[in-house]
């Protein structure tokens, strides 16, 4: 099970660097202390994470133990980056920059310093950390770290040029890096939710511990004229693995492409063999909705971060997969070649079904966009080629853990000495950023099988999968969709479709019995069609027998 708070401890990381005092006089006057320029560049940078990848891994101290215990969430809390200092802030002397960065401070749940460059002109300067950032409580504990203590991670705030949605940069961030390779972005609900990972090495394989390589250092492009992106270099490091990656991020606050857009280059270089390589994982948290309940585990009707695993294959299919809280560990994968997309949605939007402050209503979903990495080579020094996007779900009992992850698995073994280039587009939206013109699925309800005012058959589950849109809002009265089922063991009966009573065009459930022996999963597949036409998105669940 993977905490929220607890799993960004991580227990890496990263080499001491020289700190001096050299600053450039526009960044010193912005309140910034750097150290001495270094030449700079992404390909530089590949080779120095290739170069490390063929050295024994050696984690570099980390701060006093006791300090960091002490720097508690309570504690952490009270701990603000004072956005006077904010790096490209002043508007005088970067004139084309739009979105200050602020750093986040070490504490319990974030250990281990990284250290922050700014690249100008092909040189790179670390921002060097100096506790009179930071608004802090005179008596905190953070008050005894060294004054070379470093820093957690950073975090992009809103456009200082100001927009329509009059939001405060000073106030309001949209993308955040903190914790070993975590990083995670507001969607078009200005609501934070699920996370991204740089890698995932080794999740729920038996017998193996899984790995959380960590980034140890991050090169921020000071921008350039009339550029509305932001562009991050960071170096990743850990036992098994070494690489270097290269972020351009597009923030805009309204209109049709409103969220985040992300570009990611990567090049990974194995320490080590890999079970299981994780590509552009998604991580997230799935407790419960309105598929399967405890009886008053919880007073909210749904509680969730994302509610299923969206598929565009390669040959072109839609699959929706519903998210499942299963009682063990359970790992699915879904084999493909040149996969169009993938992603972890939240798709039920409806305030009523949260009832919750928090707004689960708002947190955006995350859609992975495979690019062409044709000129970087053939196998997979470069091509997403053949393998599996991977689900895997961990039981939880709150709402704290992240038990979700998904990633994409090449198909060829990770081996010891193995290297990988990837490229891909993270949409950072309330929903997939490529609507299929099929209807998709809204809702997977279970209940007993068997008939109402009958004797119920024990052992029979009733299914009822809701689908909305597409050419369901275009079928003649009269006609209904057939249901398409199939299941990889068990029966089906009582199988029909009919409109949801509810007057919204295109509604429609699907309802089938399903008798099943054993507790052993089940797979299904359903999707609806009226003669040889398809008309929905193809409905993947795993059920566990109950």
Not at 54 to 82: C, E, K, T, V, W
Not at 151 to 168: C, I, T, V, Y
Not at 266 to 292: C, H, N, Q
Not at 330 to 340: I, M
Request: hydrophobic share 40%; glycine share 8%.
């Amino acid at each position: 099970m993977i905490s929220r708070r607890a799993l960004l401890s991580a227990a890496l990381a990263t080499a001491a660097l020289s700190r001096t005092g050299f600053a450039p006089p526009a960044l010193a006057q912005s309140g910034l202390r750097l150290g001495q320029p270094a030449a700079f560049s992404f390909d530089a940078l590949i080779e120095r994470a290739r170069s490390l990848a063929a050295q024994s891994y050696a984690p570099p101290p980390a701060q006093d133990s006791a300090i960091l215990d002490a720097l508690d969430y309570a504690a952490h809390g009270q701990i603000r980056f004072n956005t006077d200092a904010a790096l490209f802030a002043d508007p005088d002397r970067f004139p084309h920059s739009r979105f200050p960065i602020t750093f986040f401070h070490l504490g319990t749940f974030f250990r281990l310093p990284v250290h922050m460059f700014v690249v100008d002109g092909g040189e790179a300067r670390e921002v060097l950390y100096d506790p009179a950032y930071f608004d802090m409580p005179a008596d905190s504990p953070a008050r005894k770290l060294p004054p070379d203590a470093g820093f957690a991670g950073f975090r992009f705030q809103e456009s200082r040029l100001g927009d329509q949605n009059k939001l405060d940069w000073r106030k309001n961030d949209w993308v955040a890096f903190l914790g070993a390779s975590y990083f995670r972005a507001i969607g078009e609900s200005f609501q934070y939710g699920l996370s991204a990972r740089g890698v995932a090495l080794d999740v729920a394989v038996p017998g193996r511990a899984e790995e959380f390589p960590a980034f140890t250092q991050f090169y921020f492009d000071t921008p350039e004229a009339d550029s509305t992106a932001v562009t991050v270099h960071a170096l990743l490091e850990g036992p098994s693995i070494a690489g270097a990656f290269r972020f351009e991020m597009n923030r805009e606050a309204a209109g049709p492409q409103a969220g985040v857009l992300m570009n990611i280059d990567k090049a990974l270089f194995l320490r080590r063999d890999v079970a299981r390589l994780g590509i552009a994982p998604l991580t997230s948290m799935y407790w419960y909705s309105e598929t399967a309940k405890k009886t008053a585990v919880d007073w909210r009707p749904e509680i969730h971060d994302s509610d299923g695993l969206a598929l565009w294959t390669g040959a072109g299919e839609r699959i929706w997969r519903p998210l499942n809280n299963p009682a063990v560990t359970t790992a699915s994968a879904f084999a493909d070649e040149a996969p169009r997309g993938f992603g972890l949605l939240q798709r039920d939007r409806l305030f009523d079904h949260y009832q919750d402050g928090v707004h689960y209503e708002r947190r955006p979903s995350a859609w992975v966009e495979p690019l062409d990495n044709a000129e970087q080579g053939a196998s997979k020094q470069g091509s997403w080629g053949r393998g599996a996007v991977q689900l895997i779900e961990i039981p939880t009992d709150d709402e704290i853990h992240d038990n979700v992850v998904a990633f994409w698995v090449p198909e060829a073994p990770a081996r010891a000495g193995d290297s990988y280039r990837f490229r891909y587009r993270l949409h950072w939206r309330d929903s997939d950023p490529y609507p299929s013109p099929l209807a998709h699925v809204v809702a997977t309800r279970l209940g007993n099988g068997g008939q109402p005012g009958l004797p119920r058959p024990r052992g029979v589950r009733k299914f009822m999968v809701e689908f909305l849109g597409g050419p369901l809002a275009e079928l003649p009265f009269g006609v209904k969709p057939e249901a398409v089922l199939w299941a990889s063991r068990g029966a089906f009966s009582y199988v029909f479709t009919e409109a949801v009573p509810d007057d919204v065009p295109g509604h429609w459930r699907a309802q089938f019995d399903l008798t099943v022996e054993g507790t052993e999963p089940v797979e299904m597949r359903l999707f609806l069609r009226a003669g040889d036409r398809t008309l929905s998105e193809t409905w993947a669940f795993q059920y566990h027998p109950f």
